[in-house]
């Protein structure tokens, strides 16, 4: 009988399953299927798709599912254990998964003996009986089963001869592996050492019948898997970017790269996972959620340098500050700039946008650094600014951008009409009632004047709202001089407030961020003012400048 590589290790990924146990993570049945066809791509051995029995949607997955040819991939169908005072054949949940077509089920049963007398309310062996029938009839209809053993450290520290006992039962039945699972994600990594070390020593459970399955309650699930892994454990369960009930599970996308480059495993291998920050960024959009700057290895802080110092060394050695090659799960290098920043950090920056820092002296790229550490002091934030940093850059190079537009004035106003009418109240009072349609009855209007070239340019615009307005009239304005405005959008608009400065409330100083693009590029620029119209003309002023700069119109 051939040997189990022990370099080998099974990737079991529960995001359509788990992972849509927690809030704010929600799938259609178009957007499950389509995860299905990204992991498989990315190379997951096991995919869970879903509780079949729970809801027609998981239902309606599984007879779609098995109508596509993976390449890589298991589909697995998750349900529990019979119900007690059941018969198993004629238990629907059992007798559904054993009609649907997939080689794999996953059950999940009870093995903390608090569950079982305490929530199922039976005996003991009860329970164990409902564990053997439910493995065995799924055995005996070809299923290759693995068992959940729910609970499973909880109950092995309340009573470690019980939890054996479940997992002995489901093994003896027929299950393929037995899965621990720390479903209250309570764990701390030497417990999980601790208690497999001793179902290996001292109850002498097969190893290769072992999986583990974490939660993140204690922020330990990722190195509560890893010291599964040590021991030896090579079957891992968890979700891409750790999406799951209240607090997540085990995250896939720090457990495998971890496994592939820390501990010299094989996962999905070192060319697959070149497609991982793509894979999870993937994973936030079809479900609607924005990706997580500083997720270790996809995020998109996690090889982002902005210490001066930090950056500096970089340049000279990548692994001073990089603990792998970002290239190498798809994810690159930042240079950020701020107030801690050096001359490291500007020329760096200037190299990642396509800047020639040639074309700044060394007088001129010092008074760059100081006037950027200025403007960071009154509220300026370049980290996620890079079109308005490259406007700077422009602006402080020998080669002297072209001037496409000079502002003289602008006035934005607002005004809102109401219907009022008058009615007698109880005693006679006069009561004013205004009847509004709040998107019909306010509007905004933006006048601006312009020098562009030898031409004074005087519009008016209208607008949904004040920046609308402005931005509006600046286009009227400046479209017949610069067509190639008319593809460039605005994507999204910022507003922060700025505290700790000497005024505060509506006073303070506010930070507008504005990220626009074209048919080839997306760009964000900032705005700082204690008037939040004149933050916003800044930040539009240096997009629609980012623009022509970049047509060099």
Same mark, same amino acid.
């Given at each position: ?74 589909? +697995?169908?998750?349900?529990? /254990? ?12 059992? /007798? ?79 299950? +393929? ?5 720390? /479903? ?48 030896? +454990? ?66 998109? #802080? ?194 922060? +407030? ?17 990220? #626009?693009?074209? *048919?080839?590029?997306?760009?964000? /620029? ?9 933050? #916003? ?12 700069? *970049?047509?060099?119109?």
């Amino acid at each position: 009988m051939k040997k189990p590589d022990k370099k080998k290790v099974e990737i079991y990924d529960t995001t359509l399953r788990d992972g849509t146990q927690g809030e704010g993570f929600s799938l259609s049945l178009d957007d499950k299927l389509m995860i299905a066809d990204i992991l498989d791509g990315l190379g997951i051995q096991f995919i869970e798709g879903g509780y079949p029995v729970s809801n027609p949607k998981d239902e309606k997955f599984f007879e779609l599912i098995s109508k596509k040819k993976l390449l890589n991939s298991k589909i +697995v169908a998750f349900g529990s /254990t019979r119900r007690k005072n059941t018969n198993v054949k004629s238990d629907p949940n059992i /007798t559904t998964l054993a009609g649907l077509n997939v080689d794999y089920v996953a059950i999940v049963g009870k093995s903390w003996d608090l569950h079982v007398t305490d929530v199922l309310k039976i005996s003991q062996n009860e329970n164990l009986d409902i564990i053997a029938d439910s493995v065995k009839f799924l055995n005996d209809n070809d299923k290759k089963v693995f068992f959940d053993a729910e609970h499973f450290f909880d109950g092995f520290k309340n009573n470690e001869l019980y939890a054996v006992k479940t997992l002995r039962t489901a093994l003896s039945a027929g299950a +393929v592996k037995v899965i621990l699972c720390d /479903t209250n994600g309570g764990c701390l990594p030497h417990e999980i050492t601790g208690i497999i070390n001793k179902l290996l020593a001292y109850y002498n459970v097969d190893i290769s019948k072992i999986g583990i399955h974490t939660h993140n309650d204690s922020d330990c699930a990722v190195a509560n898997t890893l010291a599964a892994v040590i021991l030896g +454990v090579r079957h891992i369960q968890g979700t891409i970017n750790g999406y799951g009930e209240r607090c997540g599970n085990a995250n896939l996308c720090s457990i495998i790269p971890d496994l592939e480059f820390k501990l010299d495993l094989h996962a999905i291998g070192k060319a697959k996972l070149k497609n991982l920050v793509r894979v999870s960024h993937l994973i936030d959009e079809i479900s609607n959620n924005n990706p997580i700057k500083n997720r270790p290895f996809v995020g998109e #802080s996690a090889f982002a340098h902005k210490a001066g110092i930090h950056a500096n060394a970089v340049l000279k050695n990548p692994s001073s500050y990089e603990h792998i090659n970002p290239g190498f799960i798809g994810n690159s290098r930042r240079f950020l700039i701020s107030d801690l920043s050096g001359k490291s950090n500007i020329e760096a920056k200037a190299r990642e946008l396509g800047f020639d820092i040639s074309t700044i002296t060394e007088t001129k790229e010092v008074e760059l650094l100081n006037k950027i550490k200025e403007m960071e002091k009154y509220g300026f934030n370049f980290e996620s600014a890079d079109g308005s940093f490259k406007i700077l850059l422009d602006n402080y190079s020998a080669k002297k951008a072209k001037s496409y537009f000079n502002l003289i004035a602008f006035r934005v106003s607002i005004e809102k009409n109401c219907d009022v009418s008058y009615k007698n109240s109880i005693g006679g009072a006069v009561v004013e009632e205004a009847k509004q349609d709040n998107n019909k009855n306010i509007f905004s209007e933006a006048v601006v004047m312009l020098k562009i070239g030898g031409s004074i340019e005087h519009t008016v615009a209208l607008g949904d709202g004040p920046v609308n307005a402005l931005d509006n009239a600046l286009r009227k304005a400046l479209l017949k001089f610069y067509p190639v405005l008319e593809d460039m959008k605005l994507a999204d608009f910022k507003v922060r +407030v700025i505290s700790g400065g000497a005024k505060s409330g509506t006073a303070s100083f506010v930070r507008v961020l504005i990220e #626009s693009y074209d *048919k080839t590029d997306k760009w964000t /620029t900032v705005g700082v003012s204690e008037n939040i119209i004149e933050a #916003s003309y800044q930040a539009l002023a240096d997009s629609i400048n980012y623009k022509l700069r *970049k047509e060099k119109t």
